[in-house]
């Protein structure tokens, strides 16, 4: 099983044995994450503006991701900041791309489907990266997943060395907890998802801290 809260699951709906499940969760390719260029240099690679903090959103645009919310916040931020968002299929992209516009969100660029090797570049090109699942977060068969799913994006983001804002979700404090490892805001708060992503570009001691905190204990979550 992948969250204790899938474990749980299965003891208490289908009554298995826990005795005969192992809880493991997702992880990552930590290789995949050394030696990359500066935060610089994968900006020139990437065509991402220098002068201008990236919040970063990487992943599946499914229902119940927080899209929705990010462009809303984006509204209120500096203009000197980016909202980015990596990843998503057409139909999904397209619906996003057309909200965004209504809504008038000036400082978000979607990028579309990227080739999974360089969602590590993206990652680390950015100061802040955002994970802001809802309760009704989806699977790709519109299935809602949020109160057993593991996301293999947190391991990623963990390995960049960023500092993470997530939703406060049971199954994102199995691995993350705010102030220690990632930022977590209550999941439908427009406001706190603002405020969590001023924190994390303006206490720089904060930040450098959860972010290293992340990375360090990542380790622990590896394919290996």
């Not at 809880?23 to 994968?42: I, W």
């Not at 931020?77 to 980015?84: E, G, Q, R």
Request: charged content about 30%.
């Amino acid at each position: 099983s992948i969250s204790n809260s899938l474990t749980k699951l299965y003891i208490e709906r289908y009554k298995i044995n826990p005795q005969r499940i192992i809880t493991k969760h997702d992880g990552v390719d930590l290789e995949r994450f050394t030696k990359l260029p500066t935060k610089e240099e994968l900006r020139r690679e990437l065509n991402l503006p220098q002068d201008k903090k990236i919040i970063c959103y990487a992943g599946s645009l499914y229902r119940g991701r927080g899209i929705e919310l990010l462009l809303s916040v984006s509204r209120k931020l500096p203009i000197d900041l980016l909202m980015l968002i990596v990843g998503g299929r057409r139909g999904d992209l397209d619906r996003y791309k057309g909200m965004a516009l209504n809504m008038g969100c000036t400082n978000v660029e979607f990028r579309g489907f990227v080739p999974n090797s360089t969602v590590p570049r993206y990652l680390v090109a950015s100061d802040v990266l955002v994970m802001p699942y809802q309760s009704s977060a989806e699977d790709p068969s519109g299935r809602v997943q949020a109160n057993y799913m593991c996301p293999l994006k947190m391991f990623e983001y963990m390995a960049s060395g960023r500092p993470i804002v997530a939703s406060d979700l049971g199954v994102i404090r199995e691995v993350l907890r705010d102030r220690e490892n990632a930022i977590l805001f209550e999941s439908s708060d427009e406001v706190g998802l603002f405020n969590s992503i001023k924190v994390a570009l303006e206490d720089r001691e904060l930040a450098q801290r959860i972010a290293k905190n992340a990375q360090d204990e990542v380790k622990k979550y590896t394919w290996t």
